[in-house]
């Protein structure tokens, strides 16, 4: 399948690349990520320049996209940065779609003003891949509703000023329709969040929140109750992309690096690149890079067309994450010791992208939803 940009996502794409070649220089990059804090010098400049709100509906002040344009988008934006809070218009999209009036109005403004408006609650201490373990609560009385459990790795739960909260109904029948979203303010009396040291997307923090007798309304609940999971469903497969987008980017900005590095860089008298175990490298590099775009816009295109993406995008974010870390690695290793050093950007691309083969689902649970796709076509 050959996809051809258009003269319009070629002009997007540029106007987006000169924006962030402009902001985002590497040595901007190392503050932000020594102060463990996000770079709203570019969440500003994408605001200003109507990136921001890529992908959102109009009347909500966004800017329409079909989904392969988007990808395109959030790819180009990480060629050049870790994540950091963007995008989130595809769970955002899902929030206005299953939201309340009211709901839909405060998460809109909060991200036209460039804030990350909510965090996704979901992960527990013993429920990660198994999600259906979770045991976090919504109890009734007196009118009201009070939420109670302990979330984990919520990524920006403290920058946010809300959350998504997943709750179970312990007495369901029905172990699919016992999953409810609440959106919880993040300051309200009895939440505690903690941040969790780690070793990668240090722009974004990653956070324990604790849940202590929460009272929100009944008004605060998000789409139906009992049907979380399912309302959420598609959102998880877009996510999926976002993965497969930022391993995109980051893979291509790591084979520039380790090409333009096997050019310069003479041992033995000659450029490293003259090698031919450096040149085969290089050559499986790119061989995956191509498979991954692929792979990806193909996703995205079928999402477009109408086309489910269940196990397309299981198959895309599998492929994508570890060929995305695996020529990050090659990268590392063409750059020999100084790509381990702080002030190659290899070290970091190397480092963040290998957390995508966990978020959004594991390698593991990709083969395990994959599998079972695939298993079915023919029986
Ligand atoms: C940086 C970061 C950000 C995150 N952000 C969020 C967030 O915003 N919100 C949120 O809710 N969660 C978030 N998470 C949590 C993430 O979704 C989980 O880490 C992920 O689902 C895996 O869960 P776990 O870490 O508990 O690993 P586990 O589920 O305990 O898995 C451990 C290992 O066992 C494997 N395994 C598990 N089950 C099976 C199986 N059936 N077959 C074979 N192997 C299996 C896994 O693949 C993995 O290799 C984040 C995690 C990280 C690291």
Known sequence: MIIQKTEEQELLLENLQELMSRVCTEDYIRTCEKNHEQPHKLIEALVENGFYMLGLPEEYGGTPLDHLTYFMCVEEVHKIMPPFGWPRALSLNEMLRLGTEEQRKIVADLVKQGNMAFSFAITEPQAGSDDNAITTTATRKNGKVYINGQKTFITGANISPYMLVATKDPNSPDPRKSVS??????????????????????????????????????????????????????????????????????????????????????????????????????????????????????????????????LSSALAKLY????????????????????????????????????????????????????????KKYR
């Open 320 to 375: 994508c994450v570890q060929s995305g870390f695996e020529v990050a690695d090659d990268a590392m290793q063409i750059m020999g010791g100084i790509g381990y050093t702080e002030d190659c950007r290899i070290s970091r691309i190397w480092r963040d992208v290998r957390v995508l083969r966990m978020t959004d689902g594991t390698d593991q649970v990709m083969i395990h939803i994959a599998g079972r796709a695939l298993l």
């Open 181 to 310: 979203f609440w959106f919880v303010p993040a300051d309200a009396p009895g939440v505690t969040i903690q941040t969790l040291p780690k070793i990668g997307w240090l722009m974004l923090p990653t956070c324990e929140v604790f849940l202590d007798n929460v009272e929100i309304e009944e008004k605060d609940i998000v789409g139906v109750e009992g049907e979380g999971f399912l309302q959420l469903m598609k959102c998880f497969e877009m996510e999926r992309l976002t993965n497969c987008a930022v391993a995109l980017g980051s893979a291509q900005a790591a084979f520039e690096d380790a090409a333009r590095y096997a050019n310069q860089r003479v041992q033995f008298g000659v450029p490293i690149g003259s090698f031919q175990l450096i040149q085969e490298k290089l050559t499986y590099m790119a061989i995956k890079i191509e498979n991954m775009r692929n792979a990806f816009y193909k996703c995205a295109w079928e999402k477009d067309q109408g086309i489910s993406i269940q």
